[in-house]
């Protein structure tokens, strides 16, 4: 396998771990004695919700969705696209969207309302990522992982191409690759 090209290691995998502890015991603190549906965001958060999971002390389900906002670069469409949709009934349901990284927001926006149009009890939203910089459309954000400033990183679900997702790490990628 080729390297990538890699500016520097943002977030080590230690910090991750770290920070997704103490995510998980927030989150197990708020849900105590609820039992919420996980609803994870195919491909890039299933490092994140695999992690999660394992850290929190309230029963849960978990469901997935698979969206796409971006073509096959780093450049957002602005499109999204349901490309497989939840198995499972939320109306009534405490839902908690379990997000990789939030961008411009538009694929969260959307995602969120679909959502909510279905009637769960409630609806929360967890995201590892925050590119607060680069927002276009205001979407609230429950427990935020890390603030990372407007660059293009890869590791931990986070591919370019479909690769590097397997990096145990979150990297600035080199624009030139
Ligand atoms: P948004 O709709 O612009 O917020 O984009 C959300 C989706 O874009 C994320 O779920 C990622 O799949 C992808 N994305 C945004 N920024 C990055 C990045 O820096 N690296 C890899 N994927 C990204």
Partial sequence: ?????????????????????????????????????????????????????????????????????????TDTSGVVRILADLSINIEGKDVLIVEDIVDTGLTLDYIRHMLLARHPKSLRIVTLLDKKERRRVDVPLDYVGFTIPDAFVIGYGLDYRQKYRNLPYVAIMRPDE
């Fill in 1 to 73: 396998m080729n390297g990538p090209n890699i500016e520097k290691i943002l977030i080590t995998g230690d910090e991750i771990q770290e920070r997704v502890r103490q995510l998980a015991q927030q989150i197990s603190y708020d849900y105590e004695g609820k039992v919420p549906i996980l609803i994870n965001v195919l491909k890039g958060g299933v490092l994140f919700l695999s992690d999660l999971m394992r850290e929190l002390r309230v029963l849960h389900e978990i469901d997935f969705m698979s969206v796409s906002s971006y073509n096959d670069g």
